[in-house]
């Protein structure tokens, strides 16, 4: 006979969980998918220990998997969409306008700003902060601007385009767990991100107005738009593919379709204008685009995408689906959740308990991946209890979970911001006015019930869910 799990005994996952994400992660750096698996086998020991097979609990993982699949088919066309349009000159020629940009006068704004645009074109946050950010805050010291506003500028605009683009793996990851769709869920998140942002600007903005006017000049800045120029060849034309995506996306046609005509579009405009080969093109589908343009900056920038650059995403995500079918199967999962039920009667009060488990799972891991994973694995039943979308949850999990992690200076994100630009985490903490700013919007949201979208379809992969 199978025994029932007592609360107690259902805690012991997840302490086991928290202490080899915090120590192992969190200290040792070993990758989180190892320490799942370790949590997910000590998860099904103690299933065994409560009368369970080994039947059972692999029902339990495969049927976890089998509702994440469409999110991770998603993930790999977004590799094939990144490394097309990177070799068609989409991305390139969006990042080469957006430099453009640059206002002598509103240097916080235009930080901020470029580096928005820059981050939706490449779906990188870190990628935009290695490269445009180090170039930024080079012209910050030249012009005497004080490089806690300038760093927190960057890490606010790096972190709204990432969070906003369809190719970031963070953005994939997040609907993933919750039940959610790629799409459904960044149109959720800009109904508390956008004013987020704004608000960011307009502070940066009456900030930026007493460090001067003085004119904007970089060798930097200068150098990684000539060497774009000089490598790809800029059109009209090589917009296209981007209309193909937010076509389907606005007409709530099957995602992955577009992205595949999308990246084939792209690919044809790659041969016509920047006269690559089809192995070329083939290259940058599976394991990303190469630059090689001589220029360091330019290179890191642009050299990403491709089906490969998605496998420790999906990874992470096979782990902790593995780790939550066993128990959701093993009914470790149901006796905690009955517990943390009885704090969430409310709507207000469901979304408080999202809001701090995230926080909480950040501060003690530090990823952004499993400050989005784990409360989603706790909470997606208690949502749909309530009757509430799916992307409530992804948005959430999102904005308050890995948005927040580059705020903590013992995070992998803190640290390599920190030692990217020379600006300590605490330094630039108060003036990345989105990374935190969206975090009351969410609370606002729970209290008052704006936005907050019923659920209308038992299937939420499905877009327009």
């Given at each position: 006979m199978k025994k029932q799990p007592s609360f107690g005994v259902a805690l012991i996952p997840l302490i086991s969980m928290g202490l080899l994400l915090g120590i192992g992660y969190g200290v040792y750096k070993i990758r989180p998918q190892v320490l799942l698996i370790t949590a997910a086998f000590i998860t099904g020991c103690l299933g065994f220990i409560l009368r369970f097979t080994w039947k059972d609990m692999e029902k339990g993982i495969v049927d976890g998997i089998h509702k994440a699949m469409p999110a991770i088919l998603i993930?790999?066309?977004?590799?094939?969409?990144i490394g097309a349009w990177i070799a068609s000159g989409t991305i390139p020629m969006v990042i080469y306008y957006g430099l453009k940009l640059i206002s002598p006068k509103y240097f916080l704004v235009t930080a901020c700003f470029v580096c928005s645009l820059t981050s939706i074109a490449t779906g990188t946050s870190w990628g935009t902060i290695g490269t445009l950010g180090v170039a930024f805050i080079g012209i910050a010291m030249g012009l005497g601007i004080p490089l806690g506003p300038a760093a927190g500028a960057i890490v606010a605009g790096s972190y709204f385009g990432d969070k906003m683009s369809p190719f970031s793996d963070v953005t994939n990851l997040a609907p993933v767990a919750a039940g959610s769709n790629l799409f459904d869920h960044i149109k959720h998140m800009m109904w508390s991100a956008t004013p987020a942002w704004?608000?960011?600007?307009?502070?940066?903005?009456?900030?930026g107005l007493g460090y001067g006017s003085s004119k904007v000049e970089s060798e930097s800045m200068t150098l990684i738009t000539e060497t774009?120029?000089?490598n790809f060849n800029f059109n009209i034309l090589l917009l296209f593919p981007m209309v193909i995506v937010f076509y389907f996306a606005a007409t709530k046609k099957p995602t992955i379709p577009g992205m595949l005509f999308s990246s084939f579009i792209a690919g044809i405009l790659a041969i016509i204008f920047q006269k690559a080969s089809i192995p070329e093109i083939a290259t940058a589908i599976n394991t990303g685009y190469e630059s090689s343009t001589g220029v360091a900056?330019?290179?890191?920038l642009i050299?990403?995408?491709?089906?490969?650059?998605?496998m420790e995403t999906q990874l992470v995500a096979f782990t902790a689906f593995s780790f939550g079918g066993i128990m959701q199967a093993t009914g470790l999962l149901s006796v905690i959740l009955e517990k943390v039920m009885k704090f969430t009667r409310k709507v207000s009060s469901l979304v408080l308990t999202s809001i701090s488990l995230s926080i909480i799972t950040a501060l003690v891991t530090g990823s952004s991946y499993l400050s989005m994973i784990i409360p989603e694995e706790l909470l997606a039943p208690a949502y749909s209890k309530k009757g509430l979308a799916a992307k409530n949850l992804s948005r959430i999990a999102e904005e308050s979970g890995a948005i927040m992690v580059p705020l903590i200076p013992w995070s992998m994100a803190g640290v390599y911001i920190t030692g990217t630009i020379g600006v300590s985490t605490f330094s630039y903490l108060p003036w990345a006015i989105m990374n935190y700013a969206s975090v009351f919007v969410l609370i606002v949201f729970g209290f008052t019930g704006f936005t907050m979208a019923p659920k209308i379809r038992e299937d939420e992969t499905?877009?327009?869910?």
């Open positions: 993930m790999l066309c977004v590799g094939v969409l704004i608000l960011g600007l307009l502070i940066y903005f009456f900030v774009l120029k000089t900056q330019v290179d890191q050299s990403r995408g491709g089906m490969m650059s998605m499905q877009i327009g869910s």
